[in-house]
């Protein structure tokens, strides 16, 4: 389990995270929303260790993050905005490389299975570069995935990605979740939340707002009242704001 | 054991991408011959003032060329933010660093080689010495410990070029002299002594930049 406790995070003067508590128990599947800035993709950085908070802890596990051995990384899985693919390699290079950075057995069994599942088998031959964007963002999933992490965290990536691939990661990640993985995906694709999610989370300005499970929601009475929360929270939520 | 395997997986990977591009040795070699051939063919001097000068010239150039070495590899990391994916491995940063080094010593090794061969050839000189040579793995080794370290801070920076040579220049400045006065000696076989200590402030100029990327590399990164 991911626990993270009166967290903060600012850049310079402005206030990015503020003392924030959350968690991504395994087999959960958390849909991140939020407006542009509310600190969703921070929160995501936070949590796998790549961004240091400046007050708070995260515990992994019951690891602490910030002292733990680095292997504690192997648990995360993280797929962001940026493919973090080098465009000169080939598909299966880039795979490849990643393989032998996480020292896995039977590398090239699962550089095939990984092209196989985000279907790029046909285009493992080709340099990253000139795929487009939709197919880099699935290589970039698999990438993530490639040494079979706990917890996987998706930064906005279902951006570009046509419907079908939008369908067949909403079934690979219902599938990890199955398998007892702890996801989370930061989306502004409402039908994506309640087609996939288990739970849905609201940030604003730093902050959680609202934190439900997916279940107890009505579809449409929330995504009619989803942008009037978004930007008024207090006026929708009254002003002590639902928590979980 | 894994450390070792992660610091050749990332070097190699680097060796694939130039193998590609040809982007990083191409331009280093480019600069470096122009440089070598301009100074060579400017001024009408005898073979042993070509063998004194020899020194000079060619770490100048590789100071120069190695920059361009150090500024390549750091931006292919952060073209596509590369470089987060290899923060999440499950590994101290100094897998990074060290990954660097390599892959920057190996192209300024390269570079100085063919330097060297076409001073020897076009000035008429002898300069594959088996002391020049250690000076050379020496100080090249030396610029690159602590050019690998600031161009992770110039990559953090965000910036590109200049910066790196500001940032770098002053760092290297005993390390050149070191490098500098330790070639040419060994060149020259003048005053031996006066060999034995620059070599041993370059020896020691590379455990203390070795030392202090191992402490700061980490660091850089996280910020």
């Not at chain 1, 880099?136 to 917890?151: G, V």
């Not at chain 1, 990640?173 to 199955?178: K, P």
């Not at chain 2, 010593?105 to 076409?118: H, N, P, Q, R, S």
């Amino acid at each position: 389990m991911i626990r993270a406790e009166k967290i903060s995070k600012s850049y310079g003067n402005r206030l990015v995270l503020r003392d924030l508590d959350f968690s991504l128990e395994p087999g959960e599947i958390v849909a991140l929303l939020g407006v542009n800035g509310a600190g969703k993709t921070t929160l995501i950085r936070a949590l796998c260790g790549l961004n240091k908070t400046d007050s708070g802890s995260i515990q992994v596990d019951g690891d602490n993050l910030s002292d733990s051995s680095p292997d504690i990384r192997r648990k995360f899985g993280v797929v962001l905005h940026s493919t973090l693919l080098y465009n000169n390699l080939t598909c299966r290079e880039n795979l490849e490389f990643y393989a032998r950075l996480y020292d896995l057995d039977s590398r090239n069994e699962r550089v095939n299975q990984s092209l196989e599942m985000m279907d790029l088998l046909s285009r493992a031959s080709e340099k990253t570069g000139t795929l487009s964007r939709g197919m880099q963002q699935r290589l970039s999933i698999a990438r993530a995935m490639i040494h079979d992490p706990l917890y996987i965290l998706f930064d906005e990536v279902f951006t570009g990605l046509d419907r079908r691939f939008v369908n067949m990661n909403i079934e690979l990640i219902q599938r990890e979740a199955g398998a007892g993985k702890g996801i989370l995906f930061s989306t502004h694709d409402l039908d994506m939340v309640f087609s996939a999610a288990t739970r849905v989370v609201i940030l604003h300005k730093g902050d959680i707002i609202f934190s439900q499970a997916v279940e107890v929601l009505d579809p449409q009475h929330f995504k009619r009242t989803y942008d009037d929360l978004v930007q008024e929270p207090d006026q929708v939520l009254g002003s002590s704001r639902r928590r979980n | 054991m894994k450390f070792i395997k992660a610091v050749y997986a990332i070097f190699s990977k680097d060796l694939i991408n130039e193998k590609r591009t040809f982007e990083t040795l191409g331009s280093m070699l480019v600069f470096a011959l122009i440089v070598v051939l301009i100074f060579l063919f400017s001024f009408d001097l005898s073979v042993g003032l070509r063998k004194e000068a020899a020194s000079g010239i060619i770490w100048v150039t590789l100071c120069f060329a190695g920059t361009l070495s150090l500024d390549r590899t750091m931006a292919l990391e952060r073209e596509t933010e590369a470089i987060d994916a290899l923060r999440m491995a499950p590994y101290d940063a100094t897998v990074i660093y060290f990954a660097k080094v390599l892959g920057n010593w190996f192209f300024l090794l390269v570079v100085a080689g063919i330097v060297v061969a076409a001073y020897a050839l076009f000035g008429n000189v002898m300069l594959f010495t088996g002391g020049f040579i250690a000076i050379l793995l020496m100080g090249t080794f030396g610029y690159i410990l602590i050019g690998a370290l600031v161009g992770a801070l110039n990559m953090q920076i965000r910036s590109r070029g200049p910066l790196l040579s500001v940032l770098l220049f002053p760092l290297l400045i005993p390390l050149l002299l070191a490098a500098v006065n330790a070639s040419s000696l060994v060149l020259t076989g003048n005053d031996p002594a006066g060999l034995r200590t620059w070599v041993g402030m370059l020896a020691g100029y590379d455990l203390l930049f070795l030392a202090a990327g191992i402490m700061l590399y980490n660091k850089i990164l996280d910020e």
